[in-house]
């Protein structure tokens, strides 16, 4: 082994040490096992082939066959998007851990390495760490033209209120907010992110898909592969479609914000972007502005380092924040029938924040529909966005509204708390 060979594999043996106790690979132990075995198999210098892995790290015995069973392959991508997911958060650091694509070793490259050593962008968080699916959180819905059309009809009123909002001028003093202003001064180009939800379809004839579903532990296609993969007599009842979904708020939330949006981000000499969060890599955070608006739920990539920010965590499910240092728990009522007759209460939320190079992330989110609706109002309100500046300043900062509702009817919403973000150390 020559010196050369030494210095790397101490060095890849440093590395991996540093990733395993940032606790970015997550609580899975298969994936933590699999990162263990890779880091071993490539100091020794050896590449292992899938029947290998499959055995080492997931008990399979020899009759291993991939075609049939894609635990390696899910969990390897799996990994592959962890570790990109750690190194985005982490810009300016001079070496990175990858997986060569089709490959099962760890290799270490400088940061901003292209070709077979390129950091794939991550995603989501993985099943075992998500908060735990709500009651009844599986809905489906037979398929039926109705639908189709309605799916239309929704994308061409979305269009329309798109192009609508090009040509309209907000009100010149919500641009100069303290709010808005970091958009306006930075000059950076800015995203306009929607949290949306992956839907899948489900077979009875292994032909015809007769029924959408959507799971909250199923957030992406590489989801829908791992939950099979695990179930795998489920293989032959579920299906990708390639199909997402917004949530009606956040269409009428676009609304209000769209002039705003466009408002603020002139100074950057180009029109803002709409991106899906499904679809948004983690290096964007880092490029542009990023205004979400959507369910807590639809987060995304911005969650993790949002709440280790917030004096905020998720409660027993997304439609509960819980104060961190008084324990106090604020729920949606969204799941009580009263049928539009008895107002109920749900909770909206903005934010803003540093980015991890100066860029601003502005949150705009909801428990449900009308928390988003309400939140949309707040953020383009000057008044009410020059109220929480003379509380918080210029500063990060996050607030949270108590939103009242009457079946589909907004009553207003009343401040619960508003106080200074320490978004420092989070990047």
């Known amino acids: 082994m020559t010196q050369k060979d030494m210095e790397f594999r101490d060095s890849l043996a440093k590395e991996a040490a540093r990733v395993r106790e940032s606790g970015d690979l997550g609580r899975s132990e298969p994936l933590v096992k699999l990162f263990d075995f890779l880091l071993q198999c490539s100091l020794a210098g050896r590449v292992p082939k899938g029947i290998e892995v499959a055995q080492e790290v997931f008990g399979k015995t020899s009759d291993f066959d991939e075609m049939l069973d894609a635990s390696v392959r899910v969990y390897i991508h799996r990994l592959r998007r ?103 001064d930075n000059r950076r180009p800015t995203l306009l992110v929607l949290g949306d939800y992956y839907i899948f379809g489900e077979t009875t004839d292994n032909v015809t898909i007769s029924r959408l579903t959507r799971d909250f532990a199923v957030n992406s296609r590489e989801d829908l592969e791992h939950y099979v993969a695990l179930h795998p007599d489920r293989a032959r009842v579920y299906r990708d479609v390639n199909l997402h979904y917004l949530p009606i708020g956040t269409g009428r939330a676009l609304r209000s914000l769209l002039p705003t949006v466009n408002a603020a ?30 369910f807590f739920s639809g987060l995304g990539a911005l969650q993790d380092p949002l709440f280790r920010a917030s004096g905020f965590k998720i409660g027993d499910s997304f439609d509960e924040l819980v104060d961190k240092t008084t324990s106090r728990r604020f729920k949606s009522d969204w799941n009580v029938v ?17 980015g991890p190079t100066g860029n601003r992330i502005l949150i705009i989110a909801g428990t449900r529909d009308p928390g ?35 079946g589909n009817l907004n ?3 009343s401040l619960v708390t508003v106080r200074p973000m320490r978004a420092q150390s989070i990047w």
């Open 82 to 184: 962890k570790l990109g997911e750690h190194y985005a958060r982490l810009p300016h650091h001079d070496c990175r851990i990858s997986i060569p694509l089709g490959e099962y070793r760890l290799v270490l490259a400088a940061a901003g390495a292209t070709g077979d050593e390129a950091v794939e962008p991550a995603a989501a968080d993985e099943p075992a760490a998500v908060t735990p699916p709500l009651v009844g959180a599986r809905t489906s819905w037979p398929i039926r033209p109705l639908w189709l059309a309605l799916i239309g009809l929704a994308l061409i009123n979305a269009l329309g209120w798109y192009y609508y909002a090009q040509r309209q001028l907000p009100d010149s003093g919500v641009v100069g907010t303290a709010f808005w202003r970091p958009i306006v």
């Open 338 to 354: 009263a049928e539009g007759k008895v107002p109920q209460r749900d909770y909206g939320y903005i934010a803003s924040l540093r």
């Open 265 to 294: 981000a002139r100074g950057s000499g180009v029109r803002p972007g709409v991106e899906n969060m499904s679809e948004v890599k983690p290096e964007i955070l880092k490029e542009a502005n990023i205004v979400y608006v959507g």
């Open 372 to 406: 988003i609706v309400q939140m949309s109002e707040v953020a383009a309100d000057q008044a009410q966005l020059d109220a929480i500046a003379a509380k918080v300043g210029d500063n990060a900062f996050e607030a949270l509204f108590e939103v009242r509702t009457l």
């Open 411 to 413: 009553l207003g919403s």
